[in-house]
């Protein structure tokens, strides 16, 4: 019922920026919280940002100043802006929603399949 789809990762040097998207598609009414995690090799996915539909934002200590979440409602996108990227960046990036309204269900734990996103000189 409703799709999570990831895109803007990649290889970036250490210092550089990335953007990268999160697009829900389905037939959706709205969305509380979209957010962003990661997992890198051999450790645990872990919170990195959220960011709710009236624009209350969370970030993990490891990103503060240094990511940025934002989403458009309107488009039931969220993007996450990453600057200064460090080597211990890398990790797959997930996206997640909450609160996902589909007619009169309400959908949790929504998540897309991933994008790699790879810090090294």
């Known amino acids: 019922q409703v799709q999570l789809v990831e895109s803007g990762g990649g290889l970036v040097q250490p210092g550089g920026s990335l953007r990268l998207s999160c697009a829900a598609s389905g037939i959706i009414s709205s969305i509380y919280s979209m957010g962003w995690y990661r997992q890198a090799p051999g450790k645990q996915r872990e919170l990195v940002a959220t960011?709710?539909?009236?624009?209350?934002?969370n970030y993990a200590d490891s990103v503060k100043g240094r990511f940025t979440i934002s989403r458009d409602n309107a488009k039931n996108t969220a993007y996450l802006q990453m600057d200064s990227l460090k080597p211990e960046d890398t990790a797959v990036y997930y996206c997640k929603a909450d609160g996902v309204r589909v007619f009169t269900t309400t959908l949790n734990d929504c998540w897309g399949q991933g994008t790699q996103v790879t810090v090294s000189s």
């Open positions: 960011i709710t539909s009236s624009g209350t934002t």
